[in-house]
């Protein structure tokens, strides 16, 4: 950017770099005045600094939840076969998503921004922590190096999965950049995750801190970029900015380091995970005393990277992709999940059926452990007929807010107990799971082509053991095992199993404002949608297009044609 631009450019990344941090759960705050104060050749100064400066990296990540419309978690979500777009008429980001459609002007502005806001933390982190000469604790300069490469890896891994070419800024001048070759942008992630590896300490959780990211958090993240790279864009490596490359014997070290090293392993039972099992809830939900549930917490043995939330109340401190998933005029009928939300994200009738019928998958404590069918647990749940559309009255347990009784006394939300507010928005406070071990053995089995980390999970959900390995039980497996944590979509995409988005929802029985109906995406090929997006990326946002003068081109297949207008059950 140029001229009046380009200092306005310069005012924001100072504006950014001196917002409120925030991480964890604990504040730590920096006066606007006293920082424009500093510059880069005193701050940071101390160690407590250069802690402060790398909270501000995480602090980015808080910053999107406020908008979960924008959040890459909510996108794939929305975007995968296993969810509908459901929510009201009014809901145009589900159902946008789910039909990869542009839901309004500069839609997803949001991450675009936050997300760079991310890395523009992270490249003043690398330029900067230097500075500091004296460390009061032994390897903390190289483990906060290590948490701002991984977090530089993490925001642009997203960034390129949702938008594909995107900008590569790895310094904090303002710059006005075109995108950069796909291949160039994940040689940088392979490279900030292969520092990241090098430079954190091997501590065995919980050693290392809740809520930060660890050596086994990029480990894990590697294996993850490296199946989504070379199943995608159909490559056998990973390059790495500099030279050198990753390859497939490299990622199962880094997995097996991850497995054996961590001090993370599976908790003793999938459902122990998720909130509706913790044990104020507990005491009173059937489902749970039935089959001898106790939540194992927050930052579990199993959690390798979560997004933490704290009990204060603001906007970027509740998990608000809880409250968009929640039920519409949810109450005491349809205990425990009692936060109120806006029906985002209904279950595919499909994925139960598959799953229930699935002669391998007989007796998986998962199925019921994940979905909550209403005519089961819930029967007197009459939900909110004038506004409710593609309804499917099938919910994803994992991420739906939950309720306990105090006495007699309904509370609103379990977090009461832990020291949260009683509220339906503000006490959604539970861990949004980024990376946990059953994706690591899941992905160590698909890499190795053996059974035996898969069988692992299997054994858990009480199921027998596969004698052999294929592809096709991997795939069951992650989807099953994996199902509303926000990465079906992009295992679908690097399989080149898109077309299963089709089979699985088009005709789907749903309900729209109490009128029974089927599903469908509307008047277009949906698969022939994908092609046209260069294989599922979504719109740049129209302002950063228009800010570049014509430096950053949008991206094909985003025309007029195809700006959400209706659900396709409706007259425009």
Known sequence: ??????????????????????FAGCESFLDTESYTKKNTSNFPATQSDAELMITGIYASMNDLIADPESHPFYIFEMAGDDRLGGGSTSNRGAQSYDRLLNAGISFSESLWREWYSGIFRANNAIETMDNVT???????????????????????????????QVPLILETAPQNLPKSPVDDIYA?????????????????????????????????????????????????????????????????????????????TLVSDQRNIWPYTNPYTGADYQYVIENGLLWEGDGCKETIFALKFSNTGDRGRF?????????????????????????????????????????????????????????DEIPNYAGDPIKEVEKTRLWAKKYLGVGA????????SFAYFYGG??????????????????????????????VTYMN????????????TYSLESLKKERRYELCFEGVRWNDLRRWGDVQEKVN????????????????????????????????????????????????????????????FISLPYYAN
């Open 405 to 412: 009784y105090e006495g007699d006394n309904l509370i609103i």
């Open 319 to 375: 998990n608000r992709i809880v409250e968009y998933f929640g039920m519409r005029k949810s109450n005491e009928t349809c205990f425990p999940f009692i936060p109120q939300g806006y029906s985002n994200g209904p279950v595919n009738t499909t994925l139960w059926n598959d799953w229930s019928s699935d002669p391998d998958y007989a007796g998986d404590t998962r199925l019921r452990g994940s979905i909550c069918r209403e005519q």
């Open 134 to 164: 004296e460390w009061s604790t032994a390897g903390k300069r190289e483990q906060l190096l290590g948490e701002a490469h991984f977090l530089r890896a993490f925001f642009y891994f997203d960034l390129v999965r949702v938008y594909g």
């Open 188 to 264: 940088q992630i392979a490279y900030d995750l292969k520092q990241a590896i090098d430079l954190s300490p091997s501590l065995k959780f919980p050693e290392y801190g809740s809520g930060h990211a660890s050596k086994w958090a990029a480990e894990a993240l590697m294996a993850r970029v490296y199946l989504f790279y070379t199943g995608f864009y159909n490559k056998t490596e990973l390059p790495v900015a500099g030279g050198g490359s990753v390859g497939k014997q490299q990622v199962i070290t880094y997995l097996e380091d991850c497995i054996n090293n961590s001090g993370h």
């Open 456 to 467: 692992k999970i299997r054994q858990r959900a009480g199921l027998p053991p596969y004698a």
């Open 504 to 563: 699985n929802q088009e005709g789907v029985a749903i309900t729209n404002r109490g009128v029974p109906s089927q599903y469908t995406f509307g008047a277009f090929d949906f698969m022939q949608r994908y092609q046209q997006t260069g294989g599922g990326f979504w719109k740049i946002p129209e302002s950063q297009v228009t800010l570049s003068e014509g430096v950053l081109e949008q991206n094909p297949g985003w025309d007029s044609a195809y700006d």
């Open 1 to 22: 950017l140029t001229s009046k631009k380009q200092t306005n450019m310069k005012r924001l990344t100072y504006i950014i770099a001196a917002s409120i941090f925030l």
């Open 421 to 450: 507010i009683n509220n339906r928005q503000v006490g959604l406070t539970s861990d949004l799971i980024l990376i946990r071990m059953a994706d690591v053995y899941l992905m160590h089995s698909e890499l190795t082509q053996t």
